[in-house]
């Protein structure tokens, strides 16, 4: 385990995405705190409430400013993305660059909720709640951009454990061997067995799956992602056709997957689950 996360922490993309949770929650669980300080101002358990907004919002500046230093890293190592990812990206880091100070400043300004000057403490007291609720909703924006960048553009890449690549028809050229296999083993089976049911243009997609694309892969459906890159013990895709799941066993009315078959796909998604996107038409009666 202790080795599954170290692969994991020296993977810049999985470890912005371990470190970027922890501002989203700080920035909620500040705001009672300083409301509960705000409202017993004067009061001992007042006072109590300040240390600990402080502390929280300390806290989450270094959150962060982490935060931000791991999304370079991982900014750097995204995958090649269509001009409407690129610019996804660009946002993204606009609206995360520096807010690490935004918290940095409230805790100032919680600090002067301990002077001895009452419309001081009253206002600075005040002050922090509505900085709260602007940092609040600074740090989710940031997160929908973010989460927009892995499950609708694939902002995920490299051939390491816990990555995923997401390659375009002109990058292919270069004759990546897990792209050919990745062609040759993996998408046809995905073509004749999975795809009729798990794909965007199906009014009543099975499980709420798209298959049809590395970002749909990823963002999964009603069980959890389909593929875990570099982990084909953990993807949900290798329970289901290896049939160890009496809940969840794929091709659905079909004959269970031969096993090279299988042992295909555990090898593509242990290299990393490389993708090459390819275009999918299906038949019109199956999309309803």
């Known amino acids: 385990m202790m080795q599954s996360f170290l692969d994991a922490w020296n993977d810049p993309q999985m470890r912005h995405a371990m470190v970027v949770h922890f501002p989203v929650v700080l920035s909620v669980v ?116 973010g989460g927009r960048l892995v499950y609708v553009h694939g902002a995920v890449s490299g051939p390491g454990t816990g990555s995923a690549s997401i390659v375009s028809p002109a990058l292919s050229a270069g004759g990546d061997p897990r792209i050919v296999f990745f062609r040759e083993n993996v998408r046809p089976v995905l073509v004749e067995h999975c795809l009729r049911c798990h794909n965007p243009t199906r009014k009543r997609r099975a499980g709420e799956l798209d298959q049809t694309t590395m970002a749909g892969m990823l963002a999964g459906g009603l069980s959890g992602p389909a593929i875990v890159p570099g982990r084909p013990q953990e993807s949900l895709l290798i329970t289901a056709v290896r049939w160890l799941d009496e809940d969840l066993q794929m091709p659905l009315h079909e004959d269970k997957l031969p096993d090279e078959q299988i042992a295909a796909m555990e090898k593509w998604i242990a290299d990393g689950a490389v993708w090459e996107a390819f275009s999918y038409t299906l038949p019109a009666s199956t999309n309803q």
């Open 30 to 145: 500040t705001l009672p705190f300083a409301v509960l300080a705000a409202l017993w101002l004067g009061k001992d358990r007042g006072r109590v409430f300040q240390w600990i907004t402080l502390g929280a919002f300390l806290a989450l500046a270094v959150s962060l400013y982490v935060a931000g230093e791991s999304g370079h890293d991982a900014e750097h190592a995204a995958a090649p993305m269509a001009q409407a990812g690129e610019l996804e990206l660009e946002e993204h880091e606009d609206h995360g660059h520096k807010l690490w100070q935004w918290p940095a400043v409230i805790c100032v300004v919680a600090g002067l909720g301990f002077l001895r000057v009452k419309p001081v403490r009253i206002g600075a007291a005040w002050l922090v709640v509505g900085g709260g609720l602007l940092i609040a909703e600074r740090v989710a924006h940031t997160a929908d951009h």
